[in-house]
């Protein structure tokens, strides 16, 4: 590094100052300084991987050529000849082993921190499980493209009313986007007003949730007794399990069942469940209206539906139990529920949605130990393939830049939390209260959300679901 005191070219002193030259030519010692360690960084790396057993200045082999020489050249009192070259070599006695290869060593982290990770079959039994309980649960939009229950889910929405509110609502949006004179678009768009629409029917008119069913003779309430076994007409219309129920009243007794249906049609005739039945049918009925639905599946014993909107170019949450459009964040935030996985299947294939709703997975995630992260991956470029492979080649490619646009949406919601931790930890910063919902358009994060609605109080209560409200009466 050049001294302050000596003289400059000019034949000047820089004796106190630090001028434009000095600074410059720090600046090239600086770089070059940098790109001398750089490059030993990346020989020393090179030789790592390799197992070379040279040393970092290749001292070894200099060594044992200077040994092989010397004893050829010197005579038998072993005095070297300075400056006489031999006529011939003769071999040496000995045979010069070489050092045996050191392993190699493994590659430093900085090297790796930012490698994405790869897919990767399952190996283990528990990865093979979870594998084929998704594939399997993969199975269920399918069932939404059937024509006839189509036909059949058309048949019992109210279109006019539906389509009617969706149009004024519509007309609403789009009044208030142009009074801004900005020329901004409308929050959403008007296939969303109807999916808004149809989501207030089915809540308000349409599907009822079931406790304990009433008696089916006295309409009194009745008791749990257990599971029993489904009979041959309840397991064609998907009923798995059945639960049952004893009417409270003395001088009654009778028994209830409570199959628990996944068929969609045998739910367009019951009208009735709780969050899997809800979640089935009323994705089915978004697909009858014209909708892009994902029906989504929570490793905690709860399903929900996604919609696609166009307007925003992003998959919305809408939980039809709830009455819940657009607040991904109700279960972990609002319920204050701890979740592992948030899996959402389509005709398209499957997304692990977790990061959606789970914002702050120190606080409201749970581990996720089912299968690792890089099988998970595997599974779900998997289900993509299944459903996909038939598709034509331009679907495939609109459904990829779709996947993209998705994935750097959910890497925002980690960024952002990210950025919410470390505002808080200053202290006395205003941006710690309006951080959130700054970093990501969305109007999820303006939105503040609510215990569960759904059910009974002590049903709510012993799946912990209740989050920060308390309620005197269930619904």
């Not at 820089?14 to 434009?20: H, Q, S």
């Not at 697909?287 to 490793?299: I, M």
């Amino acid at each position: 590094m050049a001294d302050p005191s000596t003289p400059r070219p000019d034949g000047t002193s820089r004796t106190g100052e630090y001028d434009e030259l000095w600074a410059k030519e720090l600046r090239e010692q600086f770089e070059q300084l940098l790109r001398t360690r750089r490059l030993n960084n990346l020989d020393r790396r090179s030789r790592s991987r390799s197992g070379s057993p040279l040393s970092h200045d290749g001292s070894t082999n200099a060594n044992a050529t200077t040994s092989t020489s010397s004893s050829s050249s010197s005579g038998p009192s072993g005095s070297s000849h300075t400056g006489q070259r031999p006529s011939s070599v003769s071999k040496p006695s000995t045979i010069q082993r070489r050092p045996a290869p050191t392993a190699p060593l493994p590659p430093s982290y900085s090297s790796l921190h930012s490698v994405p990770k790869s897919a990767a079959p399952p190996t283990d039994a528990r990865s093979i499980k979870f594998r084929n309980h998704l594939l399997s649960l993969s199975l269920t939009p399918t069932k939404y493209e059937n024509p006839g229950l189509l036909d059949d889910a058309l048949s019992v929405i109210p279109l006019d009313r539906v389509y009617g509110e969706a149009e004024e609502e519509s007309q609403v949006l789009q009044a208030q986007a142009e009074s801004l004179g900005d020329g901004r678009k409308a929050e959403w768009g008007y296939q969303d007003c109807v999916i808004r629409a149809l989501l207030r029917w089915f809540k308000r008119s349409f599907f009822t949730w079931v406790n304990n069913p009433p008696c089916p003779n006295c309409f009194s309430p009745t008791i749990a007794q257990g599971m029993a076994q489904p009979t041959p007409d309840e397991s064609a219309r998907g009923a798995s399990r059945v639960e049952l129920y004893r009417c409270s009243a003395a001088d009654c007794g009778a028994y209830e069942r409570f199959p628990r249906y996944s068929d969609v049609w045998a739910l367009l005739q019951t009208r009735r469940g709780r969050c899997g039945e809800w979640a089935n049918c009323f994705s089915m009925l978004c697909r009858a209206v014209g909708g892009r639905v994902r029906w989504v599946w929570n490793s905690e014993d709860h399903v929900w539906t996604e919609v696609y909107s166009e307007q925003q170019k992003r998959w919305v949450h809408v939980d039809a139990c709830e009455e819940a459009w657009d607040t991904p964040r109700l279960y972990a935030e609002g319920w204050n529920k701890k979740i592992a996985y948030c899996i959402a299947f389509s005709i398209d294939g499957a997304t692990d949605v977790t990061r959606r709703y789970v914002r702050n997975a120190a606080k409201h995630g749970l581990e996720r130990t089912r299968a690792p992260e890089e099988t998970v991956l595997w599974i779900m470029d998997e289900v993509k393939r299944m459903r996909r492979e038939s598709m034509p080649k331009e679907e495939r490619h609109r459904l990829i830049k779709e996947d993209q646009r998705e994935e750097k949406e959910l890497r925002g919601y980690v960024a952002q939390a990210i950025a919410v931790e470390v505002t808080n930890m200053l202290p006395g910063s205003p941006e710690a209260a309006s951080s959130r919902g700054t970093l990501l358009p969305g109007a999820d994060d303006q939105k503040l959300p609510v215990g569960r609605q759904s059910g009974a109080t002590e049903w709510i209560q012993a799946r912990g679901e209740g989050g920060s409200n308390t309620r005197t009466e269930g619904q």
